[in-house]
C-alpha cells in the first residue's frame, strides 16, 4: 500500500538575480513553514520548497504536481522575470501543469499587463506600487488568504469575533474593523450589538463560540475587569477557537487576566500595525485548518490511531481541564494530546502532569520519532 500524501505543499518560484524577491521569499519561509534564526519558535510548518537556480541561464527542476492533496505555487514576478523569456516559459509551464486541487498564484510585483499570458488570467496577488516596508506583509497576508480558502473552500470570508472594552477600546476596535473590512477582505463579528434580541449573552456565546474562526480581544486597560470580556476569551478556549491578543494597555491594570496566555500578541502603536494584526489572525485560522490535516496525514503514512485528540494550540491548565471534562463526560479516558511543535518545557509538562498523570501531550516530531 503506497503511503498516504502529504496535505499541503507550497513552491516559490523567483528570478535569481531578484534579492527583493530572495527577500520575499525566505519571509514566506519564515512564516509558513519555520523560522530557522528561532529554532524554538511555534511555525505553522507547512512545507515550503523554493525554485529558483543559481543562474538566470537556467530554470529550476519542475514542480512536483501531485505529490500533495495540494500543491501552491507562488510566482513572484518582477521585473527580471518578466523580461526574461525562458523563466516566462517556465512559469507558463507551471499554470500549464497544474492539477486539480492544486493552484497557482501568481505575485505581480511588476505591472500585471507584464505578466506571461497564462499567469495574467489567473488571480494574482497585487504588489505593484506597495511600499517596500510593507510589501513583506502584504504579500504574507495574501498568501495566507489563499491558503485558508483552499484548505476550506466552503467557507465565506475569515470571521474575526472582536472582543473589547467599550469604555476605552471601542474607538480602537471600530478602526480595527473598518480595516478588517475596507482593506483585509476579512468579516466580523462586533459583540453584543450582533446579538439577537431576547438572547442569553454566555447561551448564544457558547452557541456562536465553534463556528468563528478566530477571535482578536483587544486589549486595552479596563479589559480584564469586564466579566462579559473574560467571558468571551474563556468561550473562546474552551470551544478550541484560535485567540490573537491586540494589546494596547496604555496605563495600569488592577488584577490581569490569567487565561488570555498561550496565544499570539502584537503591540498597538498606531495604523501602521494593522496590516499585523491581519497577519497573526490570518497565520491563527491556517494553523487551525491545516494542522489537524496534517496530523491525519502523519497517522496515515505511519499506521498509527488517527483518533488521538489533535489541538492547534500547546496544552494549558484551562484547555486540558476542558477537554479532560469531555472526556470523562462521555465515558472515555484521557490519554495522547497532539499539539504544534516546539514541545512545551519541562516545567509546563509538570504541571500538566500533576493535574493528570494520564495525559500524553505529543507533537509531530515527538510522534514521528516514537
Not at 2 to 9: G, M, Y
Not at 126 to 133: K, M, T
Not at 248 to 253: D, L, P, T
Not at 313 to 335: D, M, Q, S, W, Y
Request: charged share 20%; with cysteine; glycine share 6%.
Amino acid at each position: 500500500m503506497s503511503p498516504a500524501p502529504s496535505v499541503l505543499h507550497v513552491f516559490i518560484v523567483w528570478h535569481p538575480e531578484s534579492t527583493t524577491c530572495g527577500d520575499l521569499a525566505r519571509d514566506m519561509f519564515r512564516a509558513l513553514d519555520a523560522n530557522p534564526d528561532i529554532p524554538a519558535s511555534r511555525g505553522l510548518g507547512i512545507p515550503v520548497r523554493f525554485r529558483t537556480s543559481s543562474s538566470a541561464d537556467a530554470v529550476p527542476s519542475p514542480v512536483p504536481f501531485g505529490s500533495a492533496v495540494h500543491t501552491v505555487v507562488f510566482v513572484l514576478v518582477d521585473d527580471e522575470l518578466a523580461a526574461d523569456t525562458q523563466w516566462r516559459s517556465y512559469a507558463e509551464e507551471l499554470a500549464a501543469s497544474c492539477g486539480a486541487g492544486d493552484v497557482v498564484v501568481p505575485v505581480a510585483i511588476t505591472e500585471t499587463a507584464n505578466l506571461p499570458p497564462k499567469l495574467a488570467t489567473l488571480q494574482a496577488i497585487r504588489l505593484h506600487g506597495v511600499g517596500a516596508d510593507d510589501v513583506s506583509t502584504a504579500l504574507l497576508n495574501g498568501a495566507m488568504r489563499d491558503l485558508c480558502q483552499l484548505l476550506d473552500p466552503d467557507a465565506a470570508k475569515v470571521r474575526v469575533f472582536l472582543s473589547h472594552a467599550k469604555g476605552d477600546g471601542l474607538d480602537l476596535t471600530t478602526e480595527v474593523r473598518r480595516h478588517l473590512h475596507e482593506d483585509a477582505g476579512l468579516d466580523d463579528f462586533f459583540d453584543a450589538t450582533d446579538i439577537p434580541d431576547g438572547a442569553t449573552f454566555a447561551d448564544y456565546m457558547k452557541k456562536c463560540a465553534g463556528s468563528l474562526p478566530v477571535l482578536l480581544a483587544v486589549h486595552t486597560d479596563s479589559y480584564s475587569s469586564r466579566e462579559w470580556c473574560r467571558l468571551e476569551v474563556l468561550e473562546a478556549k474552551r470551544s478550541h477557537v484560535p485567540i490573537v491578543v491586540l494589546s494596547a494597555s496604555v496605563g495600569r491594570e488592577a488584577r490581569s487576566f490569567p487565561y488570555m496566555g498561550n496565544v499570539p500578541v502584537v503591540r498597538w502603536k498606531d495604523s501602521s500595525s494593522l496590516p499585523h494584526v491581519v497577519g497573526l489572525l490570518l497565520g491563527e485560522v491556517l494553523r487551525d485548518r491545516f494542522f489537524p490535516l496534517r496530523v491525519a496525514a502523519i497517522c496515515a503514512q505511519m499506521g498509527l490511531d488517527a483518533e488521538a485528540d489533535v489541538f492547534p494550540f500547546p496544552p494549558e491548565l484551562v484547555t486540558v481541564l476542558t477537554h479532560r471534562a469531555e472526556v470523562i463526560a462521555t465515558g472515555g479516558k484521557v490519554g495522547r494530546y497532539l499539539y504544534p511543535d516546539p514541545p512545551l518545557g519541562t516545567e509546563e509538562l509538570m504541571l500538566l502532569l500533576a493535574l493528570d498523570a494520564d495525559l500524553d501531550p505529543v507533537t509531530p516530531t515527538m510522534l514521528m520519532a516514537q
